[in-house]
């Protein structure tokens, strides 16, 4: 059985690598062809250490986890999840 810490860290890891794949999606058409595969994923790893090691990014990624007005996770990579009612009352 995978101790709850690490299926925790599992999930963030998803998480920010869904909310990454999300953004880069958005590049648009134009600019994504002027990228090589190989800067597209060093982007990529580098945007989803930035959510992973910083404690701005852990902090957005475990209050999507308990916030079910956070929807999709594009909404934390873009900085627009807003903390639920109850982390707002508190």
């Known amino acids: 059985m ?21 953004s880069l999606g958005k590049i648009p058409p134009e600019v994504r062809a002027t990228l090589s595969a190989e800067v597209l994923q060093e982007i990529h790893w580098l945007m989803v250490e930035e959510l992973l090691l910083t404690p701005e990014g852990r902090l957005r990624l ?16 873009r900085g627009d999840a807003t903390p639920s009612d109850e982390e707002a009352a508190g």
Not at 3 to 11: G, I, N, S, T, W
Not at 13 to 18: D, F, Y
Not at 69 to 77: G, K, L
Request: hydrophobic share 40%; proline share 8%; glycine share 0%.
């Open 2 to 22: 995978t101790p709850p810490a690490q299926q925790q860290d599992e999930l963030l890891e998803a998480l920010a690598e869904e909310a990454v794949a999300e």
């Open 62 to 77: 475990r209050r999507s986890l308990d916030d079910p007005a956070v929807e999709q996770s594009d909404e934390v990579a």
